[in-house]
Nanobody, 129 residues
């Protein structure tokens, strides 16, 4: 399984970015992708997750209403649309996936880093104030 991310960069506070995670290697389209972020000196935080089958998703309270996670099965790609970004959200963002298929995306799955076996390379998102 491989996860290849793209889309990070530098934006001003209040602007938007979209991250992409191209997924390959799963035997069927029923995987769960989590989006995490980590800034220096802080623990890795789960911000959103989605189960590719049926598109069920979950979000951290801090991003609800501003971030949207979506899945395009035809492209094997999961997106994280981030709107109204804040300076404190500057971090390296990662997509990740458990090896087990069909895991429900919920509050527990979203934040439990040990659940995830495969990780993307990480993308720097910098939000200037």
């Amino acid at each position: 399984v491989q996860l290849v991310e793209s889309g990070g960069g530098l934006v001003q506070a209040g602007q938007s970015l979209r991250l992409s995670c191209v997924v390959s290697g799963f035997t069927r389209d029923d995987y769960t992708i989590g989006w995490f972020r980590q800034s220096p000196g802080k623990e890795r935080e789960g911000v959103a997750c989605i189960r590719s089958y049926a598109g069920l998703s979950d979000y951290a309270d801090s991003v609800k209403g501003r971030f949207t996670v979506s899945s395009d099965s035809a492209k094997n790609t999961v997106y994280l649309q981030m709107n109204n970004l804040r300076a404190e959200e500057t971090a390296v963002y990662y997509c990740a996936a458990p090896a087990t298929l069909g895991i429900r995306c919920d509050r527990n799955a979203r934040g439990f880093t040990l659940l995830y076996d495969y990780w993307g390379q990480g993308n720097q998102v910098t939000v200037s104030s």
